[in-house]
C-alpha cells in the first residue's frame, strides 16, 4: 500500500496548481493526511505530526525552505521501515519494505560514502537539510532526483550474492549527485538537461571509480561510448544539447564521456575548480551551458591570461557526431624518429565539426614505454617523434579519453603484441576490439583464448569472448567451452555463453544444456536460455522457455528470458501455446510492470485473436502508462475497428503525452 508522485517533465501542474517549468523556483510545503500505520515522505524536514480529526489519522507537516523547481516537488507514503545512516552532517534515510529490510539496508549501504566522495570531489558540502531516497513500485524510470527526496524503482534491491552480476549503485550515486547537478544548480530549459544528467551521471562514473578502481572506471566510459555510438546508429545524429535534436542517451552516457574528455584537456585540478566554481556562482539558481564556459574561462584565466575553452563545448555540445580517423605511422630507423599521421574524415553534414583534441600515445618497446602526446587540428596532421628502436606497438588515445571512430592501419602483429603486453586493461581491451574485424587465423584463436583464461581483469576475459563470437567455427565453440572451467567471474561466464549464442552452431548445444542442469546463478541462466533461442530449431526452443515460464530470480531476469525468447519464436510462427504463455505471464498476479509490459508487446503477433484484444480492452485503464501503451497498441494491430470510437474517447481524457501519441498510431492503424 503506496502512493508516490512523479513530476519531471511537467506534470506536477496536474496534481497542483502551480507554474510548472524548471526556470523558476520556489519554496514550497506539503501536508499530507494518512493512515498512522503509514509514513510519508516529501521534500525537506518533517516540520510537525500531529493527529488529524479524522480517526486513526494524521498530519504530516514537510517545509522545503530552500529554492527548487516546481517539477522537483514529490510526495510519497507507504508501510516503509526507514534505514537510518547517522554517518554525514545531514541525516541520510532509506525507506524500504518491511519484507526486505536485510536487502534494503545492503542496497543503500554505501549512500553516505558516496554523500562524502561528491563533497569531497566538488569541493562542495551537501546542500540540503537531509536526503531520504524511497522504493516504489511499478516507478516508470529507474530513478528521480526530487530535491532531498529521490524516488527509485524496486530494482534498487540487491544482495552479496548477486551482486558481481548486479548493483545499484550506479542508480544510488546517479540520483545523489543530481542532488548537486539539477536540484542545487537546474536547467534553464529542457534543451539544456545534459547539464542536470550528463553530470549526474558522471557522478556514478566517479563513485566506480573511487569505490571498484581504474580499470572498472575505464571499462564504464568504455560501455558509456557503445551507449552513445548505438543512440546515433538507432536514432540519427542530435547534439547533447537537445534543442538540437530530442533526448537521447546523448544526455546521459555521452554527456558523461564528454565531461570525462573535458577533465583529460583541463587536467583534474583545473576541471575540478571549474565545477566548484560553477556550482557556487549559480547555487539554488537556474543555468545554461554558457555559464560553464563561464566557469571553466574564469577559473583557468587566474593562471593563465587569454585562454578560452569555448571550443569544447562547441564540438562536443552544440555540435554532433564524433570524429573518424584514419591513423598509420612508419619508423625511420636511419634519423631514430616515428613518422605518424593522424587524418580526420571530412565530417559529411554540418551537424559534424572537425574535432580537436589533445591524445596521448603510448610507444612501446621491450621494457620501454613512453607517453607522447599530440594535438589533433584539422584534417591532416603529421608528427614526428624521437624513439631509439622501432616501436612493438604504438596505442592510440592511451587510455580511451575520447570517443572516436579509429581506422588504424597496422599488420595484426602490432595488436597482438597490444593485447598481450599492454599494462592497462582498456588498451588491451581496444586492441581486442580492434582485432576481431580481422579474418580468422589460428593465431586469433591463441591470443583471445590465452587471453580468455588468463588475464587478470575479467572485462578483457569479456571482450575476447565477445570478439570470439565473429568467428563462426566449431574449434572456436570448443574453446570457448573449454575456457569456461577457468572462469571464476560469472560475468565472464556469461560473457562467454553469449559468444556461444552468437555463432549459432550446434556444437554449443549440449554444453547449454548441461549448464542449465548445473549453474545456480540466475544471471547464467537466463544467459543460457537466450542463447538456446538462437542455436536450437524454431520447434524446440519454445518448449525449454516455456519449463522456465514460473522461475523466479532477480530483477526476473530468468522471466525476461522467456518472454523474450517467446517473442522470436512468435514472429517466426505464432503458435497458441506460446499466445497462452504470454497471456498468463501478462495478465498474471504478481507479475513485475516490466515483464507485464513485454509480454504484452510479444502478444503483438495474435492481436487479432478476439481473446487477446478482448483482454487487452477489458484492462486498457492500467494504472501504469507502459502497461497501458502496450496494451492500445495491441488494441491498434487488432484490425477491429470497434476500437475507434472508445480508443478516442479516452484520448480525450488523458494528459500523458505517450499515451496520447499511442492512440493517435493505433487509431491510425484501425483506420486503414
Not at 522545503?64 to 534505514?83: E, F, N, R, T
Not at 591463441?446 to 583464461?453: G, P, T, W
Not at 553469449?498 to 548445444?509: H, N, P, T, V
Request: aromatic share 12%.
Amino acid at each position: 500500500m503506496q502512493i508516490w508522485s512523479q513530476g519531471q517533465s511537467e506534470d506536477n501542474k496536474h496534481w497542483i496548481p502551480i507554474y510548472d517549468y524548471p526556470n523558476d523556483k520556489s519554496t514550497s510545503e506539503i501536508k499530507v493526511e494518512l493512515d498512522e500505520n503509514l509514513v510519508s515522505i516529501s521534500n525537506g524536514y518533517l516540520k510537525e505530526s500531529y493527529p488529524s480529526d479524522n480517526p486513526g489519522k494524521r498530519i504530516d507537516h514537510w517545509v522545503m525552505d530552500k529554492p527548487h523547481s516546481s517539477y522537483l516537488i514529490m510526495l510519497g507514503a507507504g508501510d516503509y521501515h526507514i534505514v537510518k545512516d547517522n554517518s554525514q552532517i545531514v541525516p541520510v534515510e532509506s525507506y524500504v519494505y518491511k519484507n526486505r529490510i536485510n536487502e534494503g539496508e545492503y542496497s543503500f549501504r554505501n549512500t553516505g560514502a558516496m554523500m562524502e566522495l561528491f563533497n569531497e570531489y566538488f569541493d562542495y558540502v551537501y546542500p540540503w537539510v537531509n536526503y531520504k531516497q524511497v522504493v516504489v513500485k511499478d516507478f516508470i524510470y529507474g530513478g528521480m532526483e526530487n530535491t532531498t527526496a529521490t524516488v527509485l524503482n524496486e530494482r534498487s534491491y540487491y544482495t552479496p550474492e548477486i551482486e558481481n552480476d548486479y548493483s545499484s549503485d550506479g542508480l544510488i550515486a546517479h540520483e545523489l549527485g543530481h542532488q548537486w547537478w539539477g536540484d542545487l544548480t537546474t536547467c534553464r530549459n529542457w534543451s539544456e538537461l545534459w547539464l542536470n544528467e550528463s553530470f549526474a551521471t558522471f557522478c556514478n562514473d566517479i563513485w566506480t571509480q573511487k569505490f571498484h578502481g581504474e580499470d572498472e572506471f575505464d571499462y564504464e566510459m568504455l560501455k558509456n561510448q557503445d551507449d552513445a555510438t548505438r543512440a546515433q546508429n538507432r536514432v540519427g545524429k542530435f547534439s547533447i544539447w537537445a534543442g538540437n535534436g530530442s533526448l537521447t542517451a546523448n544526455n546521459y552516457s555521452k554527456g558523461s564521456v564528454i565531461i570525462n574528455s573535458m577533465r583529460k584537456v583541463l587536467g583534474d585540478f583545473y576541471f575540478k575548480k571549474s565545477l566548484n566554481k560553477f556550482l557556487k556562482d549559480n547555487e539554488y539558481g537556474i543555468v545554461e551551458t554558457q555559464d560553464l564556459i563561464n566557469a571553466v574561462n574564469e577559473t583557468v584565466n587566474e593562471t593563465s591570461i587569454g585562454k578560452d575553452y569555448k571550443w569544447m563545448f562547441d564540438q562536443w555540445i552544440w555540435k554532433a557526431g564524433y570524429p573518424e580517423f584514419d591513423v598509420s605511422w612508419n619508423y625511420d630507423d636511419e634519423r631514430k624518429k616515428i613518422i605518424y599521421e593522424v587524418k580526420q574524415l571530412k565530417p559529411a553534414d554540418t551537424l559534424t565539426p572537425v574535432f580537436k583534441m589533445p591524445v596521448d600515445l603510448l610507444i612501446s618497446y621491450d621494457t620501454l614505454k613512453f607517453v607522447q602526446n599530440i594535438n589533433i587540428e584539422g584534417l591532416e596532421n603529421k608528427f614526428e617523434i624521437d624513439f631509439p628502436a622501432k616501436p612493438e606497438f604504438i596505442v592510440f588515445d592511451h587510455g580511451n579519453h575520447f570517443l572516436e571512430k579509429l581506422n588504424y592501419k597496422r599488420d595484426r602483429i602490432e595488436i597482438y603484441n597490444q593485447i598481450i603486453k599492454s599494462e592497462k586493461p582498456i588498451d588491451r581491451i581496444m586492441a581486442i576490439r580492434e582485432l576481431k574485424t580481422y579474418p580468422y587465423d589460428n593465431l586469433i584463436l591463441e591470443v583471445l583464448i590465452n587471453k580468455l583464461k588468463t588475464d587478470e581483469f575479467w572485462a578483457v576475459r569479456y571482450e575476447a569472448a565477445l570478439a570470439l563470437s565473429e568467428y563462426k567455427r566449431d574449434n572456436v565453440v570448443k574453446s570457448l567451452i573449454d575456457a569456461y572451467s577457468f572462469q571464476n567471474n560469472s560475468k565472464v561466464k556469461r560473457g562467454i555463453v553469449d559468444a556461444i549464442g552468437r555463432i549459432k552452431l550446434s556444437s554449443g548445444e549440449s554444453f547449454l544444456n548441461q549448464l542449465l542442469l548445473s549453474e545456480k546463478n540466475e544471471y547464467i541462466i537466463s544467459e543460457v536460455l537466450k542463447s538456446l533461442t538462437k542455436i536450437l530449431p524454431d520447434s524446440k526452443y519454445p518448449d525449454i522457455l516455456i519449463s522456465y515460464k514460473d522461475t523466479e530470480s532477480h530483477r526476473h531476469v530468468i522471466k525476461l528470458a522467456v518472454v523474450q525468447g517467446l517473442d522470436s519464436a512468435a514472429r517466426i510462427k505464432p503458435d497458441e501455446k506460446i499466445k497462452n504463455v504470454l497471456l498468463d505471464i501478462a495478465f498474471g498476479k504478481n507479475i513485475d510492470a516490466r515483464v507485464r509490459v513485454e509480454s504484452v508487446q510479444a502478444l503483438v503477433y495474435f492481436a487479432k485473436d478476439d481473446d487477446v484484444n478482448q483482454k487487452a480492452f477489458q484492462y486498457i485503464d492500467w494504472n501504469y502508462n507502459p502497461m497501458k501503451v502496450a496494451l492500445i497498441k495491441l488494441l491498434g494491430a487488432s484490425g477491429n475497428k470497434k476500437y475507434i470510437e472508445p480508443l478516442k474517447k479516452m484520448n480525450e481524457k488523458t494528459t500523458v503525452r505517450s499515451v496520447n501519441l499511442a492512440i493517435i498510431g493505433a487509431v491510425k492503424n484501425l483506420e486503414k
